[in-house]
């Protein structure tokens, strides 16, 4: 056989041994998309995982920064929360995939928190490691985040007229998100403010301001809100009591709304209760109450969300902000006390 010959032999050879082994032609690469840069404690986000060039057997392994908790997981992923790891695997696939899962950032989370993971014999590509944000304080409270995965949202507190400007947007989903600024706080306590609706915007169904409580910084975590619609002409008790459900809400009617401008919640145990403030009879009025069993500290905190609409933001105003906390009221049968 001529050197010509053994040539296009060789050729030929390489060319039949491509074609019987498609993994040979792109190799299979993961890339890890993080839903923050940098994360709070206590807080849930999502992870996604784009898988390009799947061909035959693929295995993806992800592994989570020590002591988080992996929350839910989607595409049939399974979970070994000891280890801290995620394991899907797909058999005679091909052509690319999204892999999600849900975390919870732990209450005594520091420092970065590394990801990694492999997609068959390689690393997974992309954002791997994602450092703790640093507390941003706004008036009385210890910091202010962004509640759900949605468009950045805003806090500010001027000194002078002691006055919070709160902007907040939302997914489009029917969860309590929005810009959140908060205390965490123990024990049983009062937190009133005068909400400014006058600059609340009109735009879509449920978007407004309140006074929101919250057992983690999630948007699928029990709450109880006292919220005031951005049309500003009604107001509504706003809760969830048990993890996995939808919320819910409830409220009547407030003769002459248009002149109730500051609202009061106070927490007596596992019962919280809303008050409006009547400046014609100048006097708290109760509102309504709702159970809400909290297993530990409660975030405690002003709220601001454009709720269904994930386009637009709202911005509230929120002055006179008065936070106390009250002695055991267990025993108190008498709410006229607070009216």
Request: proline residues 4%; hydrophobic residues 40%.
């Amino acid at each position: 056989m001529s050197g010509f010959d053994r040539f296009h032999y060789v050729c030929l050879l390489f060319f039949v041994v491509f074609l019987l082994n498609p993994c040979a032609q792109a190799q299979v690469t993961g890339e890890r998309v993080l839903a923050y840069e940098e994360y709070v404690p206590d807080m849930q986000f999502t992870v996604k995982l784009i898988i390009e060039g799947i061909s035959a057997d693929v295995t993806v392994i992800e592994k989570v920064p020590p002591g988080w908790i992996i929350h839910q997981v989607y595409q049939r992923g399974v979970i070994d929360q000891e280890a801290g790891t995620i394991t899907w695997k797909f058999a005679n696939a091909s052509g690319s995939a999204t892999l999600r899962y849900s975390i919870f950032s732990p209450e005594e989370a520091t420092g970065d928190a590394i990801f990694s993971g492999t997609v068959n014999a390689n690393e997974i590509t992309g954002l791997s490691r994602m450092p703790a944000a640093a507390p941003k304080p706004v008036g009385i409270f210890v910091n202010h985040v962004d509640i759900g995965e949605i468009p950045p949202g805003e806090a500010f507190f001027d000194e002078e007229t002691e006055v919070y400007t709160i902007k907040g947007g939302a997914s489009g989903t029917f969860n309590m998100e929005g810009q959140y600024a908060y205390l965490k706080i123990n024990g049983d306590f009062s937190l009133s403010a005068t909400i400014n609706q006058e600059i609340l915007t009109d735009i879509t169904p449920g978007a407004g301001a309140g006074l929101t409580f919250m057992d983690n910084l999630s948007s699928h975590a029990l709450f109880f809100s006292g919220w005031m619609y951005a049309h500003g002409r009604s107001t509504d008790i706003v809760w969830r009591d048990a993890l996995g459900q939808d919320f819910d809400y409830d409220g009547h009617p407030i003769s002459d709304f248009s002149r109730i401008k500051r609202v009061r919640i106070v927490r007596s145990g596992d019962l919280f209760s809303m008050f409006y403030f009547d400046p014609t009879e100048t006097r708290w009025v109760y509102f309504l109450s709702r159970e809400i069993h909290f297993t530990g500290p409660v975030y405690a905190g002003l709220i601001v969300s454009a709720f269904a609409n994930k386009d637009l933001f709202i911005t509230a105003q929120f002055s006179d902000v008065q936070f106390s906390h009250l002695p055991d009221m267990s025993s108190m049968k008498n709410w006229e006390l607070f009216r």
